[in-house]
């Protein structure tokens, strides 16, 4: 375990790798978008032969922490001045054999973009599977993944006076969430974990992140908070003797009952009008699809709660297992995956699971009354960017759209975002469109067939005419009825609103025109 960080030590890492200029694009750079993406795929020959023939600092904390190679003590005092070998090995990130610093843990530069503009951190973790060359320990903590980068461009760019990080792991969850929250409690049942949070704190200078041990909400019994956000360890996985368990992935129930645990039992922990964000897994049970027993899940919850749950990929049995016994390190053709892999497709078969789901959760404890957000669907094409600004933007259309009755929303303006395009399929020879698309590049880059009355209304929303005249002047040119043709259109409007294809502008006073 780690021993308890040093804060002094930590700012003098932070100033080496400033003055080191050990930054991700830096790195990226130096050994190149091949060797970068191999890196990511857990291969490092590509980035050492990159290196080879280089001693500067940015090479050597490349080759040291990010690739987790021994270099020697001389080399790793001059690429870190201050802190020098013996500071790190203080700070539990390594250990000093026969002139040579072995390294036990990493610190990778992490670039990330927000709505403030780009930032970075060094999140340090335990060594990942290339440098430990086998199988991870079971108390391995682990460092910056592509879902923890998923979760962290989720979370809400909105001011925030309490937050809780539940499963902190590496801390980066925390980190950004003290982005805009006062306050942060980060929890793990782990507190080798909680060390490398309180580490990665102070390396990046954040305060205001106070951690504590125990699992899920036990170590904030009776406090409430205005955000909630977990990676929980969401995997699901054989409980039987034989099969790892990982404390950074496996939650230690049995299939998806962790993320059922914390759908049911958040709620008590917001405050009203706070929002959880989280990610999970959920199975497909014979009849039971995977949505509809989250859906039973945030229905039984001990606090009545809105919900917008997305599907983003399912996974078969067989799929699902490989993919996580070669997460742990295990070989595929090797006695012990074949026999993982049996274990696990065991354990779906005893509860007839044909599928597994993942995706986000979003739930939201109503600021007054009952819950009025119940959003279950299922999105698996490629998305790319942050999130969390257009999920906020949607849930502040939720909320202004049930505000207003059809009456109300005739009467408003409204604007086509800027990212939204449309594209229109014809069949050879034909003058009318066959097919009229609208499409999303940000958010969640939605497409969305239409008709050529709506088509026609979102062409003609540019912050200039309310809802109800652009209706009434479609009606006159279609030759139908208004009356019949708002009734059809609202409806879609209101979606359009909130998934971001439309904004509003301007409220008129008095009643929408017919």
């Known amino acids: 375990m780690l021993p308890e960080p040093d804060a002094e030590l930590c700012r003098s890492l932070a100033a080496d790798f400033t003055d080191a200029g050990f930054q991700a694009e830096a790195v990226r750079e130096a050994w190149g978008a091949i060797a970068d993406d191999a890196v990511g795929r857990g291969l490092r020959s590509p980035a050492v032969r990159a290196l080879e023939g280089r001693d500067d600092p940015l090479a050597v904390l490349a080759r040291l922490l990010v690739l987790g190679l021994p270099q020697s003590v001389a080399r790793v005092d001059a690429a870190l001045p201050r802190t020098a070998a013996a500071g790190l090995g203080a700070l539990g990130l390594g250990q000093i ?238 006695a012990d995956y074949t026999a993982l892999v049996d274990a696990w497709l065991e354990d779906f078969d005893a509860r007839d699971v044909s599928s597994i789901g993942f995706g986000y959760i979003l739930l939201r404890r109503p600021a007054a009354g009952a819950p009025t957000l119940a959003r279950y669907e299922i999105l698996t094409h490629a998305i790319a960017g942050c999130l969390g600004a257009h999920v906020a933007d949607a849930l502040d259309a939720h909320d202004r759209l049930r505000e207003l009755d059809d009456e109300a929303l005739a009467a408003s303006v409204l604007v086509v975002a800027p990212d939204v395009t449309e594209a229109r399929h014809h069949v050879p020879g034909h003058e009318d469109p066959s097919v009229i698309e609208l499409r999303q590049g940000a958010g969640f880059a939605r497409s969305m067939s239409v008709d050529p009355a709506l088509a026609a209304l979102v062409g003609a929303s540019d912050g200039d005419l309310t809802v109800g005249a652009l209706i009434a002047a479609i009606a006159e040119l279609l030759d139908v009825g208004v009356d019949k043709l708002r009734a059809d259109l609202m409806p879609r409007v209101r979606e359009l609103l909130f998934t971001g294809f439309l904004t509003f502008g301007a409220i008129t006073s008095g009643e929408a025109p017919d």
């Open 97 to 334: 054999d026969d002139g040579i610093f072995v390294p036990t843990a990493l610190i990778r530069p992490q670039s990330f973009a927000d709505e403030r503009g780009a930032g970075m951190w060094w999140i340090a973790s335990d060594l990942d599977e290339a440098a430990l060359g086998g199988q991870l320990p079971e108390d391995h903590v682990l460092g910056v993944g592509g879902a923890s980068l998923t979760l962290a461009g989720l979370q809400l760019p909105r001011p925030a006076r309490r937050a809780l990080d539940v499963g902190t792991g590496c801390g980066i969850q925390a980190l950004r969430a003290r982005h805009d929250a006062g306050e942060v409690v980060a929890t793990d049942i782990s507190e080798h974990a909680l060390r490398f949070t309180r580490m990665n704190a102070l390396i990046n200078g954040v305060d205001g992140i106070d951690t504590r041990a125990g699992s899920l909400f036990g170590p904030v019994a009776g406090e409430r908070f205005d955000r909630i956000v977990s990676n929980p360890p969401f995997v699901i996985t054989p409980r039987i003797d034989g099969v790892p368990a990982y404390e950074y992935r496996d939650g230690g129930m049995a299939g998806d009952d962790l993320v059922a645990a914390f759908v049911r039992g958040v709620g008590a922990h917001l405050e009203p009008g706070g929002v959880a964000q989280l990610l999970g897994n959920w199975e497909t049970q014979g009849a039971r699809a995977g949505l509809d027993r989250v859906r039973e899940w945030v229905e039984a919850a001990d606090i009545p709660l809105d919900a917008w749950i997305v599907e983003r990929e399912s996974l078969d049995p067989l799929a699902y297992a490989e993919l996580w016994v070669r997460d742990g390190g295990t070989a595929p053709g090797s």
